[in-house]
């Protein structure tokens, strides 16, 4: 019996060390968000003079909201085409189905540093150049697959019967879609969507080859001030973007409970 | 309602012939089981009938109106699924609603047909039930109850009962068989289970291999089968190949054996005959001489005793025969023991060998 105790007691000190390893950086860049001193310093001094500053920053305002913009609407291209291309593999058979399936994984697998110097010689080359635009289709591109493979593996647990059940109840195929298939897929789409929105938001590298100047992303725009020098505004913005999306995703994940139907 | 011709439907996936120049008419109002084992291409013809899956050639009527190639959300059909596919997403209420939402109905009418059709197979306060919360008796009757509110022209079962254990399949039969009679709905039902389409339909349709073996009550079948397949599959029988002598077969080691009824054939091509197990009376020595039946003598090799009957397996000339005998509690045969067996042609078939 005592080894049993010791046992959870080293399972319990695993999970509050792992939790700690996550969110301790986060927390303490969140603290030092409302600290004086610039340079971390200690005693810790309450002010909110950094998030006031950060309102009359206008570049970093300008990148979050490019952020936000391109991530919104890469995720609802991404759920849309994804979804549909999905359904399409799961649904019929066609000429080339198979090397189309295989080739939507290597993306997935490609350094986006690759990625991102292909696709600026490419942009250049057609016309599109750099610029919000291009970061846009460099986003959709990379975020697509993602969104697939997600739903795919969804279909993969939906009995066919289901909708040849509704067609004999005299359901045309978009009432059998809306009413019967989507539902069943929702959770994937969400993460889908989620994922799409991940890649987007976070990304560095491929964006970094696609601004200019003043089009640019916050990632971009958070590496070009701290190589100009840090300040804590890029504390205060991280923070309450670490706010936002933890709250987006706890809501997510209470509307939609994961792993589908019970 | 209506009833279904199928004439002449053929159907072939790569090399194989899943349906073969297939013709059936379903009688308006009948209970109809197509039985086979797997492969027969009963499914296959099941699909066919509902408009998942088009012919190559032949040609479908429901009620007198070719539907050949008319889409299956067309058909006016009722199916209910082996494993029911249900919407695991909606209430029973809704899952039963569907036909009826699709169809753009009016909100109330809805809500009373569906209450209607849930009453019909007794689930009439489940209706607010997540179909993950019944059981699988209860799955299947939201199935049927689904299937039956839209008023189809025809109802297919794709082996509905199989999923069910033994005593709930039974349940359900006389609870299916109530249902089709109240409504009188034309129903086709598809089944590998030979006792299930005995004891359910007014006629069965045997298949095999794509074709139809036979077709008939299941009197008709049970009783003169026209071939040994037919013979076999739909209840137990013994099987004596020989010679035919007109009417009836001698066997190859000169026994003759009189057939009452079955093929009229030519002397001397190659016939069966079949005898159903519980025809054949046996005992320990000839006794009383009937003059026209038929006697073979063997040696019990085996019993089983299942309670109401026990089944004797009795060898002779290499060949094992089995007799079933009703629970008397007299005279019971010891294995090793030699009897005689005796039968009369009336129960005895005559079938040409293919």
Redesign the interface.
């Known amino acids: 019996m005592a080894t049993t105790r010791i046992l959870e007691w080293c399972g319990l000190l695993y999970i509050w060390l792992l939790l700690a390893f996550l969110y301790l950086p986060v927390i303490i860049m969140a603290l030092m968000s409302f600290n004086v001193s610039p340079f971390y310093q200690l005693p810790f001094e309450w002010t909110t003079e950094w998030y006031v500053s950060l309102w009359q920053n206008d570049q970093l305002i300008s990148a979050t909201w490019n952020s936000i913009e391109i991530a919104i609407i890469t995720t609802i291209i991404c759920t849309v085409l994804g979804s549909a291309a999905s359904l399409a593999l799961y649904r019929y058979e066609f000429r080339g189905k198979k090397v189309l399936q295989a080739l939507l994984f290597p993306p997935i697998a490609i350094p986006w540093l690759i990625t991102g110097t292909a696709m600026l010689i490419f942009f250049f080359g057609v016309g599109i150049g750099r610029g919000l635009f291009a970061i846009l289709l460099g986003h959709v591109a990379l975020a697509l697959p993602y969104v697939i493979v997600v739903v795919s593996a969804r279909l993969q647990t939906f009995a066919p019967e289901l909708e040849e059940a509704a067609r004999s109840l005299g359901a045309n195929q978009w009432q059998v879609t809306s009413r019967v298939t989507l539902p069943w897929i929702m959770p994937g789409v969400i993460a889908g969507g989620l994922f799409a929105f991940a890649v987007s938001f976070d990304q560095f590298v491929v964006s970094y080859f696609l601004s200019t100047p003043g089009q640019t992303t916050l990632p971009v725009e958070i590496y070009a001030a701290i190589r100009k020098g840090f300040t804590p505004e890029i504390n205060a913005v991280s923070t309450i973007i670490i706010v936002v999306s933890m709250a987006l995703m706890l809501l997510t994940a209470r509307f939609f409970k994961f792993g589908g139907e019970k | 309602m209506a009833g279904v011709q199928v004439s002449s439907l053929s159907r072939s996936f790569g090399a194989h012939k899943a349906l073969d120049d297939v013709s059936i008419d379903f009688a308006d109002g009948g209970f109809y089981a197509l039985l086979g084992p797997s492969g027969s291409g009963k499914t296959t013809l099941l699909r066919q009938i ?1 408009g ?1 899956d088009f012919p190559d050639s032949g040609r479908i009527a429901i009620g007198g109106e070719s539907v050949e190639r008319v ?4 058909r ?4 209910v ?3 029911y ?5 909606m209430s029973v209420a809704d899952n039963v609603a ?2 009826l939402s ?2 753009g109905e009016a909100k109330a009418t809805i809500a009373s047909e569906v209450q209607r059709a849930l009453d019909l197979v007794q689930l009439g306060k489940l209706g607010s039930r997540r179909p ?1 919360q019944l059981s699988g008796g209860q799955r299947q009757r939201v199935a049927l109850a ?2 039956i509110v ?1 008023k189809p022209r025809v109802l297919l079962l794709d082996e509905p009962l199989g999923a069910l254990d033994k005593a709930l399949r039974v349940d359900m039969q006389i609870e299916l068989k109530r249902i089709q009679r109240e409504i009188g709905i034309t129903t086709i039902f598809v089944t590998h289970d030979q006792e299930e389409a005995l004891t359910m339909s007014d006629r069965i349709g045997i298949l095999r291999d794509g074709r139809l073996v036979q077709e008939g009550s299941p009197e008709e079948i049970y009783d003169s089968p026209k071939s040994e397949f037919a013979a076999t599959f739909l209840g137990d029988a013994n099987i004596f190949r020989g010679e035919t002598t007109g009417t009836g077969i001698r066997l190859p080691d000169g026994t003759a054996i009189a057939a009452g009824a079955g093929a009229t054939l030519a002397a001397g091509a190659k016939a069966s005959c079949a005898v159903r197990p519980e025809r054949i009376r046996i005992a320990a020595d000839s006794g009383m001489s009937d003059p026209n039946a038929n006697i073979l003598r063997g040696q019990v090799s085996k019993r089983i005793f299942a309670g109401n009957n026990s089944t004797y397996f009795v060898e002779r000339d290499r060949q094992t025969l089995k007799v079933i005998v009703q629970n008397t509690g007299a005279d019971r045969l010891a294995e090793g023991q030699d009897v005689v067996l005796r039968w009369s042609p009336e129960s005895t078939v005559l079938i040409a060998t293919s």
């Open positions: 509902a998942f889409p299956v959300e067309k006016r059909i009722g199916m699924f082996q494993n596919a249900l919407f695991p997403n569907f036909g699709v169809r993950h689904r299937a839209t």
